[in-house]
């Protein structure tokens, strides 16, 4: 870690995954959000929720004092270090950094709370393990999707927004054709059908009686097998378009030729060991 004041070092170790040891602290971080999701998980079998663990010595309340403590130091961290704490508090990150600092305190303060609020708001620090996102950048073939991944992103949302008009209009149909009296009661409910449908689940809480609903359900159901592979499709076009452009830009700086893979410690047309800046 660099040389400077403590303020500054607890800034790098809090926010920058430009360093080694900023990446270990932001695993940290992660790894401690996941194992108080797999607690909430492990307790939800437990007939005895979080408020009657309160009141006795127990291993799962220590586990979540445990959590509850490091996330609040955390959060405290933070918005000490952070030059502009007013909007780290009010950025996503940093809301969900305080929410998920709250259940065993709302608890605390609101004893007769219904306990699935708060095994709600203990659910949320699953959102934490989104940081990860801000280090793909580093991970090497992970930055390779993750960058294909932005690269597409208007084409995806336009293949799903169309999916989506679909949805709406074959459910509308459905809810004409077969109505109320074979269970498709309102449009939400049809449009819920429909998605089942297309996706080619099937649940079958909800299948169409007449001829003409069958046969638009077998419709929708060739549709969802046509379109499903649009979006790997495209994201796969745009990863090898991506590849293809890095190993064209990499280059040997002893023979000049390029098409080197990513990883590539030496060049492999004239073994000379490529530098620093190239494979990076």
Known sequence: MKKGTWRQNLYRSLFDTHTAFGRKMEFFWIT????????????????KPLRVLVEREDLGLKLEVFFTAVFTVEYLLRL???????????SFLGIVDLLTTLPL???????????????????????RVLRIFKML???????????????????????????????????????VIEGPEHGFTSLPVSVYWAVVTMTTVGYGDITPHTPAGRILASVLILIGYSIIAIPTGVLTAHM????????????????????????????????TRLSKQTRD
Request: contains cysteine; aromatic residues 12%; positive net charge.
């Open 240 to 271: 090898t378009e991506v590849l293809q452009r890095r190993r064209t830009v990499r280059h040997c700086e002893h023979c000049h030729k390029s098409g080197h893979d990513d990883d590539a410690v030496y060049c492999k047309f004239c073994s």
């Open 80 to 90: 000490l270090t952070t030059p502009k704490p007013k909007k780290y508090a009010s």
């Open 137 to 175: 950048r580093y991970m090497g073939s992970a930055a390779l999707l993750w960058d294909s991944i932005v690269g597409v992103r208007k084409k995806l949302l336009v293949f799903f927004t169309f999916v989506m008009i679909l949805l709406c209009l074959f459910g509308g149909v459905m809810y």
């Open 32 to 47: 401690m959000a996941v194992a108080s999701v797999v607690l909430v998980f492990m307790e939800s079998g437990d007939p």
């Open 105 to 127: 305190y709302c608890l605390l303060l609101f004893p007769n709370m219904a306990v699935e609020y708060v095994t709600l708001l203990r659910l949320l620090r699953v959102l």
